[in-house]
């Protein structure tokens, strides 16, 4: 913080310097105003970091004093209330932050709160095995243990299904291919990493399967348009070429059946004009 705040002073003197050359009549009032977004930036993070870094810091301890009683060690009746506290103390800030997260610009936010559901759930299971939490707590702690999976799943969903269609719009924006094919492979990775814990789930499924399909069309249309390209200047050859590579990651890709035959089709009929005007070539040569 001390940073940020010499950063926002260096900041105000040297707007306000510069105004004062440009001939501003009020140079403080543009240079106060940059000089404290930076600081209520700053300040935000700072919130925000603290309190996902108490929630850890919670956690840890909690799952600390769990594995202590697991190990043989007798904590008194203080220490059991203390770990119930810092369970519920954790509980709260994950909610709080899971309210936040719906509101929040970045999917990254839904991804911080789903390692806190881990962390918890793990820290949880740790207390659940040791024998000597009473009846009522173990109960309790394993309703919210459904909460927090409920509310995990909700996170971890978000987070993939708007980090790839946040991706797959930036690909889509792309003027060379491999850029293309990069950022909606990064699409395909944060799917996947969401269908490694929950393999079963249809939607995550059908947004890889849309991902994969926009790949596939990608590599197609380029070399299509290679083949249109050297067909235009009269290297049939070539073209006809460009057409069978396209042909080639038509049939790899995971395309959609109907759409695999469509382009298939074109592409063959587009191959056959093309082997004609070869033929007519040779034979005016002749």
């Known amino acids: 913080m001390i940073a940020v705040v010499a950063a926002a002073i260096a900041l105000f003197f ?33 919130e925000v970091v603290m309190r996902r870094a108490w929630t850890r810091y919670l956690l840890d301890n909690s799952a600390s004093e769990a594995g202590a009683r697991v190990s043989g060690d007798k904590p008194n009746s203080s220490k059991k209330t203390y770990s119930t ?36 759930l793990e820290s949880t299971e740790e207390a659940l095995r040791a024998d000597n939490l009473p009846p009522e707590k173990r109960n309790a702690m394993r309703a919210t243990q459904e909460r927090v999976r409920t509310l995990e799943k909700h996170h971890l969903l978000t987070w993939a299904r708007d980090s790839s269609r946040n991706l797959t719009h930036e690909a889509q924006k792309r003027v060379r291919v491999s850029d293309k094919i990069e950022t909606a492979n990064r699409a395909v990775e944060c799917l996947d990493s969401a269908l490694k814990v929950f393999p079963e789930e249809l ?6 399967l849309a991902i ?7 590599k197609v249309a380029h070399w299509v348009e290679l083949a249109e390209r050297a067909t235009f200047k009269g290297h049939y050859r070539r073209a006809i070429d460009r057409y069978k590579d396209a042909l080639f990651y038509l049939a790899r890709e995971s395309v959609n059946e109907e759409v695999r035959t469509a382009g298939e089709e074109r592409i063959i009929r587009e191959i056959e004009l093309l082997r004609v005007r070869l033929k007519s070539r040779h034979t005016q040569h002749e």
């Open 14 to 46: 040297a707007l306000w310097w510069m105004l004062i050359v440009g001939g501003d009549e009020a140079p403080w009032v543009p240079a106060g105003l940059a000089a404290s977004v930076v600081l209520l930036v700053a300040l935000s993070a700072r």
């Open 85 to 120: 506290s810092l369970h519920s103390a954790a509980l709260a800030t994950i909610q709080k932050l899971s309210s936040e997260a719906e509101t929040a610009s970045s999917p990254d936010s839904h991804l911080d709160v789903f390692h806190l559901c881990q962390n918890y």
């Open 203 to 208: 939607e995550l499924n059908e947004s890889k």
């Open 212 to 218: 994969s399909e926009f790949i596939a069309s990608v």
